[in-house]
Structures are given as structure tokens and as C-alpha cells.
């Protein structure tokens, strides 16, 4: 793309302009279509691991951290699709002290 619009305060570097956006979603048509792009292929993704990973309840909290995610990532650990720098992940780890 020639310029992206992010949603939120801060822009990751990238190799073409870009512009941060506070509250693009509700502000920016095209942001407000990729947020839901993106939750959708989140919510299939996470419908996917549930088949894979039945114990975690991927498909019941879509990877959100309920306390239900919370309550399973205690009892069975992370898989190798759980974000590392999230801090529940972190500690089911024991990355951090």
C-alpha cells in the first residue's frame, strides 16, 4: 500500500507512510471494515485451535483472557500459539518471577 491507517496512538515502522488514528474504528470506514476482518478471522482461528486443543476452550473465549482462558492456561500451560509477551502466558512459563 502507498499509506496505512492504524487504529490507535502509535504506528509500528513500516516501509510506507503511515498515520496513527485514536479510535480509527468508528472514525475511518476502512479501519472500521479490517477491525472486523480481522475479529472474524481471529474467531475462525481460535474455532480451529478448539479443535485441536480441546482443553483450553479456545472457542468459547476466542483467546480472550476470561477467566475461564485464565483458569485453563493455569491447569494445562501454553501452547505454542500463545502470544509469549501476554503476561498470564508469561507466567504459566515462568517467565517472570
Not at 513500516?14 to 478471522?41: C, F, H, N, Q, Y
Not at 473465549?61 to 503476561?87: C, D, N, Q, V, W
Request: hydrophobic residues 40%.
Amino acid at each position: 500500500p502507498e499509506y496505512v491507517l492504524i487504529d490507535g496512538n502509535r504506528c509500528p515502522k513500516l516501509p510506507m507512510p503511515a498515520m496513527a488514528v485514536v479510535k480509527g474504528d468508528s472514525r475511518v470506514p476502512e479501519i472500521s471494515a479490517a477491525s472486523i476482518l480481522a475479529k472474524v478471522t481471529r474467531d475462525a482461528e481460535m474455532a480451529a485451535l478448539d479443535i485441536v486443543f480441546p482443553q483450553y476452550g479456545f472457542a468459547q473465549h476466542k483467546g480472550y483472557p476470561t477467566a475461564f482462558h485464565l483458569e485453563k492456561l493455569a491447569e494445562h500451560g501454553a501452547t505454542e500459539h500463545h502470544r509469549r509477551s501476554f503476561g498470564p502466558v508469561k507466567r504459566a512459563l515462568g517467565l517472570t518471577s
